[in-house]
């Protein structure tokens, strides 16, 4: 009776599960997914409304609707590639008119990423000749940047355009570390090497700050030359000195929208209604509803059909942006085996004939960069190309994983080098002492007394600076070989000194200037390729999240509300704390200069 029991039990359980798995099927399957609307007569609209990214990061659906339901803020993320080829493909496009800016949500952006847009807008502009329309109620300085690639910048007649020029600023700890009793032991090679510096100094060291002044005035440089030469005005209308700004300000009664409309930095100041005026008569009116006529970048997505490629032959596109840390992750970081299994994917397929990896890095484990590096050159000796292409920052570990591929590619805004590394360990024992908490114990060897709870013994202390020399002197040897340079020359190069891209190849670590599109051409270009198509590796979902993915993206349109239907097309970033610092033995080339905005 019993056993009878337990069997009714199971099949009653049994038979509930397959009837959900049935209608969950059915329900799938009965989605009618709508169509995207044809385009027709209408601008492009490209509203900035989140970060600009190498590549977007997965989100579980699960998580966007949990976000939703308590309220937690999204952080939209726009995929900056997918966004180029958008604008290219609408270059083409007779259907489109025109391109509208809508910039007054643009958050902060490295330059780096702000030029590679910048291009496309340019590209737009040369190969259509259809307008391009620029709008925000104040412009900050990033999206100004931006504004100004425009036939027509509009302003908001009580707006401003917001020039306050690059800086850089940095928190110092040493006085506090000294009243808490916390004595930070600090290993490092190279005297440019500046990101220990806070916690045993309270002010930049002459050497750091040389070389932030050096590379943040190159970038302010040219930032003015790219505006000045779209807004077609000298570069001094956009930093005058303080005293010239003030009597100009002075001349129209304090308006900083007169002051941007006289000195030419935008075209017209006009309201909300009048915008809309000026929309309605360059592009007409929307059929459907009280504006202009124009499509969402986001819904043009669905139009936007990569070129059909006939060739088998393939070059893998692989994007690496975040610290580098050791093992598997995707989130905000490059994990070397997360990356290594990418690799061994590239290996595997034997159409794959070169690769291209973008990196958005300022370093990270040094352990874990001489992983993702040996890979690399794992991938050559199977006669595959390598070609790296810099995003914003690539530099410390970003150029330790960079330095040994066929050919090197950058932005003139890259920050890069950085040929340095370090180690840190923080000592408690006096703060312990100060609240009456002593350590004790017994250690066989000198060497296993590393704790933070105790003092560090001189010969430990010995060991880790050989290790942290040993470590520099690999990094040189690796750049010199990748870089066919003799170790003095890169040395000369090194000692954690940081360099623009357009520094970079006039020093030999970098071969050339330009974009993702460029680097993949190269890449061509070197294995002989005429027809390609492109593989864009990501990180492999785990079985749950396909079915997840799967799910919930066929079904939403049926019965999502269209605010979550917007967040899912927009995607958010997870909100969870990984740590950076895992390097098995606390060895790190790390960049703390190079930051992504200004």
């Not at 100004?148 to 940095?170: I, K």
């Amino acid at each position: 009776m019993w056993w009878f029991l337990g069997f009714i039990r199971a099949l009653i359980i049994n038979l509930m599960l397959l009837i959900t798995i049935i209608v969950v099927v059915v329900a799938i399957s009965s989605v009618d997914v709508p169509q995207p609307e044809p385009v027709s007569n209408q601008a492009l609209r490209v509203s900035l409304d989140g970060v600009l990214v190498e590549q977007t990061r997965f989100v579980s659906p699960i998580q966007e609707i949990t976000d939703e339901l308590i309220g937690r803020t999204p952080v939209y993320e726009i995929d900056l590639n997918r966004l180029v080829e958008a604008i290219d493909f609408a270059s083409e496009d007779p259907e489109i008119t025109g391109l509208v800016l809508d910039l007054g949500k643009a958050p902060p952006s490295g330059i780096a990423k702000l030029q590679v847009l910048g291009q496309a807008l340019q590209r737009f502009s040369d190969n259509s000749g259809k307008p391009i329309v620029a709008y925000a109620d104040f412009y900050d300085q990033h999206q100004y940047y931006l504004a100004s690639f425009a036939d027509t910048v509009y302003l908001n007649n009580q707006g401003a355009v917001l020039l306050r020029g690059f800086s850089y600023e940095r928190l110092f700890f040493k006085d506090a570390l000294d009243k808490l009793a916390i004595e930070p032991k600090v290993f490092r090679v190279g005297t440019h090497k500046s990101f220990v510096e806070p916690y045993i100094r309270n002010d930049m060291s002459p050497e750091a700050r040389a070389d932030v002044q050096r590379w943040v005035d190159l970038l302010w440089d040219e930032y003015q030359q790219d505006i000045a030469s779209n807004r077609e005005i000298n570069a001094e209308q956009l930093s005058p000195e303080a005293n010239v700004v003030l009597e100009r300000l002075t001349q129209v009664d304090g308006d900083l929208a007169k002051y941007a409309e006289r000195y030419g930095l935008v075209d017209q100041l006009v309201n909300r209604s009048q915008l809309l005026e000026e929309l309605l008569n360059l592009f007409g009116e929307d059929p459907y509803g009280p504006s202009y006529a124009y499509i969402d970048y986001y819904d043009y997505l669905a139009h936007v059909v990569p070129e059909p490629k006939d060739a088998e032959d393939k070059i893998a596109v692989l994007i690496a942006q975040g610290p580098i840390v050791g093992g598997e992750g995707r989130d905000k970081v490059i994990a070397a085996d997360t990356v290594l299994q990418q690799l061994q994917r590239v290996i595997d397929d034997e159409d794959v004939k070169a690769l291209v990896l973008r990196i958005d890095s300022g370093g990270g484990s040094a352990f874990a960069s001489e992983l993702i590096r040996d890979k690399l050159a794992e991938v050559q000796d199977n006669g595959i190309a390598v070609v790296v292409s810099m995003g914003t920052v690539a530099a410390s570990g970003g150029y330790w994983i960079a330095s040994s591929a066929d050919e090197i590619f950058a932005e003139p805004t890259t920050i890069t080098g950085s040929i340095g590394i370090f180690g840190m360990f923080a000592s408690l024992e006096q703060a312990l002492q100060r609240v009456g908490i002593h350590s004790d114990g017994y250690s066989t060897s000198p060497l296993a007394q590393l704790s933070p709870f105790s003092e560090l013994q001189p010969e430990l202390e010995a060991l880790i600076q050989l290790t942290i020399e040993k470590g520099y002197k690999d990094f040189l040897e690796i750049v010199a070989e990748g870089r066919d340079m003799s170790v003095e020359q890169v040395e000369q190069l090194a000692e954690g000194r940081i360099w623009t891209g357009r520094e970079a190849q006039q020093n030999g670590l970098v071969d050339s200037l330009g974009n993702l599109n460029q680097a993949i051409a190269r890449a061509a270009e070197l294995q002989g390729l005429e027809g390609y198509k492109l593989k864009h590796l990501r990180p492999a979902l785990s079985p749950q999240e396909q079915f997840l993915e799967q799910l919930f993206r066929a079904s939403e349109p049926a019965w999502l509300p269209s605010s979550l239907s917007g967040l899912l097309e927009i995607g958010q970033s997870l909100e969870h704390e990984l740590s950076t610092f895992d390097d098995p033995l606390g060895i790190y080339s790390y960049c703390a200069l190079c930051i992504n905005e200004l």
